[in-house]
C-alpha cells in the first residue's frame, strides 16, 4: 500500500475541522486532531477513529505561536508519521464595524486564520517536499470572495489565505503537492451560534439551497481535495455555500 497519508487537522475538536478529521479518517489516513482549549472533544473525535480501526490522536497546537506548531508537528510525527496532509482549519471571528473596531481584535484574528495557516503549511513542507507528495487544504469563507459587512478582519483574513493557497500552489505545485482552499457559506458551528438571527436569515435568503450547510458536507469536499484522485487540482478556491455564490 505504501506510505500512510498522515493528516493533521487544526481546530479539529468540533464543527468543520473534527468532521473533516473523521473524514479523512474514514478514507484510510491516520489522524490528529488539533485543539487549543478544547481536549475532551479532540480526544473523543480521536477515540472514535480508535473504535472504527483507524490510527488517530489529539495534540495540542496554538498556530500562532511558532513553538506550539513546532512541537504539535513533533509529537504527530513521533505517534503517527510525517504529515502528508495539512487541512488548515482553526479559525477566529469577532464581528464589528470598521469605524470602531479594536486593534486587538485584528490582530487576534489575523494570528490564527492567516499566520497560523502559513507556519503550519511552512512546518508541514519541509516533510512534503522530500516526499514529493502533499495535500494542503485551508479553510477559508464567502466572506473571502464577497466580503461582509461588519467582518472586516475576518474578511480580510480569510482573503488573505486565498492568497497564500494560490501562491503555495505555484510554489509547490511541481513537486507533487498541491495546496486547494474551500469556502464555506453559512454552516451551524459553535463558531456561527452567536450570529444574530436576523443576519443568520440574510445569509439564507441569499443561498439558493434555502438552509445552512452542515460540518459533513463541507468535510467530504476537504476529504475530496486531500485524496491522491485530486492531483490535477491545484490553486482551487471552492464555494461550498449552497450557490450563495454563484
Do not use: H
Not at 193 to 222: C, F, H, K, M, S
Request: hydrophobic residues 45%; contains cysteine.
Amino acid at each position: 500500500m505504501g506510505e500512510e497519508r498522515v493528516a493533521l487537522v487544526t481546530g479539529a475538536s468540533r464543527g468543520i475541522g473534527r468532521a473533516a478529521g473523521l473524514a479523512l479518517a474514514r478514507a484510510g489516513s491516520p489522524v490528529a486532531f488539533g485543539y487549543r482549549s478544547d481536549p475532551v472533544n479532540a480526544e473523543e473525535a480521536a477515540a472514535k477513529v480508535a473504535a472504527e480501526g483507524g490510527r488517530a490522536m489529539a495534540v495540542p497546537i496554538d498556530v500562532a505561536d511558532e513553538a506550539s506548531v513546532a512541537a504539535a508537528f513533533d509529537r504527530v510525527e513521533a505517534g503517527l508519521g510525517p504529515v502528508r496532509v495539512l487541512v488548515n482549519n482553526a479559525g477566529f471571528s469577532r464581528d464589528g464595524l470598521a469605524v470602531k473596531y479594536p486593534t486587538g481584535a485584528w490582530d487576534d484574528t489575523m494570528d490564527v486564520n492567516l499566520r497560523g495557516a502559513f507556519l503550519c503549511s511552512r512546518r508541514a513542507l519541509a516533510g512534503m517536499l522530500r516526499a514529493r507528495w502533499g495535500r494542503i487544504v485551508s479553510v477559508a469563507s464567502v466572506a473571502a470572495l464577497r466580503g461582509n459587512a461588519g467582518q472586516i478582519a475576518y474578511s480580510a483574513s480569510k482573503s488573505g489565505l486565498l492568497g497564500l493557497t494560490r501562491s503555495l500552489a505555484r510554489e509547490v505545485g511541481g513537486r507533487g503537492i498541491t495546496a486547494n482552499a474551500v469556502c464555506p457559506g453559512y454552516v451551524e458551528t459553535a463558531m456561527t451560534e452567536a450570529t444574530r438571527q436576523d443576519n443568520v436569515r440574510r445569509y439564507l435568503d441569499v443561498t439558493p439551497a434555502g438552509r445552512a450547510g452542515t460540518p459533513e458536507e463541507i468535510a467530504a469536499v476537504i476529504a475530496f481535495l486531500a485524496s491522491p484522485e485530486a492531483s490535477y487540482v491545484n490553486g482551487a478556491v471552492v464555494p461550498v455555500d449552497g450557490g450563495m455564490t454563484a
